[in-house]
């Protein structure tokens, strides 16, 4: 099976950078995901980490070491529409997609 | 057009009554998928479907059976429906299972279930 921990909550100020952790144990490994919700509204698709390493994608970055079984997301220049949940989810040896509780991150001006 | 489409987008009923809620792609994907989102925002897959083809089954009541009548659809029906059913319910469809990309998941807007 997997498990996958990542804090709760974090809270930031608009223009400032937020790093959310996330580490996970797997059954084989096949990739991570990260995913925003914002309340009330369905998951979209923010990076994907097969390789160790840092992957950019414009304001946010993500991070993999598949030795430590951690992953970061890194949000820069925040904005308020960056307040959500941010999820990560591992694809396991079988290709199931499980996810961790999520990150409410509150952006305050 | 909407990639994922499910209805009802919010569905209110009563304990023990039997429910279904649909789900639609029209991305071409050979998998589907059926999570269920909680309270605590834990979002938990229920089944996966691929080609039609029950492929992930966790431990979920029988009282929830998936039903894919095409590699486009895959429904949910519950069955005694109980308090504790109540949650978000969402529909989400990839590619395929393997391969670099294939299980990119997209999501439906959710159901939101309340049991009285």
């Known amino acids: 099976g997997q498990s996958l921990e990542q804090p709760s909550e974090v809270t930031a100020v608009e223009g400032a950078i937020v790093q959310i952790n996330c580490t996970y144990q797997?059954?084989?490994?096949?990739?991570l995901f990260w995913y925003q919700q914002h309340a009330g509204e369905a998951p979209t698709f923010l990076s994907y980490?097969?390789?160790?390493g840092l992957e950019e994608k414009g304001r946010f970055s993500s991070f993999l070491s598949r030795s430590k079984g951690y992953s970061y997301l890194l949000l820069k220049e925040l904005q308020m529409k960056d307040s959500a949940s941010y999820l990560c989810?591992?694809?396991?040896?079988?290709?199931?997609?499980?996810f961790g509780a999520g990150t409410t991150v509150t952006v305050r001006a | 057009d909407t990639a994922v489409s499910q209805t009802p987008k919010y569905l209110v009923t009563q304990m023990g009554n039997d429910k279904s809620i649909k789900c639609e792609q029209n991305?071409?994907?050979?998998?589907m998928y059926w999570y269920k989102q909680d309270s605590k925002k834990f979002l938990k897959i229920m089944f996966s479907?691929?080609?039609?083809?029950?492929?992930i089954n966790e431990t979920v009541p029988n009282r929830f059976s998936p039903k894919s009548p095409d590699k486009a659809h895959l429904n949910l029906h519950i069955n005694s429906l109980e308090l504790g059913d109540s949650a978000v319910y969402f529909c989400?469809?990839?590619?395929?299972?393997?391969?670099?990309?294939?299980?990119?998941?997209?999501f439906g807007q959710g159901t939101r279930l309340t049991v009285v």
């Open positions: 989400a469809s990839s590619r395929g299972t393997g391969g670099v990309r294939e299980t990119e998941a997209f």
């Open positions: 991305l071409g994907h050979d998998t």
């Open positions: 980490n097969v390789l160790d």
């Open positions: 479907y691929n080609n039609k083809e029950l492929i």
């Open positions: 797997t059954s084989g490994f096949n990739g």
């Open positions: 989810a591992v694809r396991d040896g079988d290709y199931k997609l499980s």
